[in-house]
T-cell receptor, first 114, second 109 residues
Framework: KAGVTQTPRYLIKTRGQQVTLSCSPI?????VSWYQQTPGQGLQFLFE???????NKGNFPGRFSGRQFSNSRSEMNVSTLELGDSALYLC?????????????FGPGTRLTVL | QKEVEQNSGPLSVPEGAIASLNCTYS??????FFWYRQYSGKSPELIMS????GDKEDGRFTAQLNKASQYVSLLIRDSQPSDSATYLC?????????FGQGTTLQVKP
């Protein structure tokens, strides 16, 4: 089976812009979770989608949003980018909910905000 | 208090030794626990999951869970330089997907 894929792998944006990241889960997986990873804060949970519904949400501002499509692919959007949004964004898929099932991570999207 | 706590390290052990990584969690309702390994510049990969009290072994890795004391540990026997990485602990329960900060392990040849 193909693993989790994320596009693009690298992205450079300027403050105030918006960005959309994409994640394709492992075939058959219904849950997609998004994480932000920075050296100082570690791996921070953004949100989880399961069967097109947002199931869980972390403590991030409303500028961070996401959605999931009927084929389980997910997108994450960040509006009005700030310098502090520079990070590695990881998505992870699981067969069932991410709370109790093993999550498989994609390679990540490295976002740099200038 | 952080919900999932790990000693950031670095933990340094000589090649062939046993590396012991610890993780404590605050939410008593947590039912599932996961250990991930992350090499520098790579994404996390699952080492082991554990759901019941006691030990679970997989090759050189043993996960230990003690729900009464709210800790989960990972033992790596016969540590190899290739085990040098950051090890992340995750506790799972309703509504929360929380990772610890990770422990950096260095295995010296």
């Amino acid at each position: 089976k193909a693993g989790v894929t994320q596009t693009p792998r690298y992205l450079i944006k300027t403050r105030g812009q918006q960005v959309t990241l994409s994640c394709s889960p492992i075939s058959g997986h219904r849950s997609v979770s998004w994480y932000q990873q920075t050296p100082g804060q570690g791996l921070q949970f953004l949100f989880e989608y399961f069967s097109e519904t947002q199931r869980n949400k972390g403590n991030f501002p409303g500028r961070f949003s996401g959605r999931q499509f009927s084929n389980s692919r997910s997108e994450m959007n960040v509006s009005t980018l700030e310098l502090g949004d520079s990070a590695l964004y990881l998505c992870a898929s699981s067969l069932g909910t991410g709370e109790t099932d093993t999550q498989y991570f994609g390679p990540g999207t490295r976002l740099t905000v200038l | 208090q952080k919900e999932v706590e790990q000693n950031s390290g670095p933990l340094s052990v000589p090649e062939g030794a046993i590396a012991s990584l610890n993780c404590t969690y605050s939410d008593r309702v947590s039912q599932s626990f996961f250990w991930y390994r992350q090499y520098s510049g790579k994404s996390p990969e699952l080492i082991m999951s554990i759901y019941s009290n006691g030990d679970k072994e997989d090759g050189r890795f043993t996960a230990q869970l003690n729900k009464a004391s709210q800790y989960v540990s990972l033992l790596i026997r016969d540590s190899q330089p290739s085990d040098s990485a950051t090890y992340l602990c995750r506790a799972g329960n309703t509504g929360k997907l929380i990772f610890g900060q990770g422990t950096t392990l260095q295995v010296k040849p």
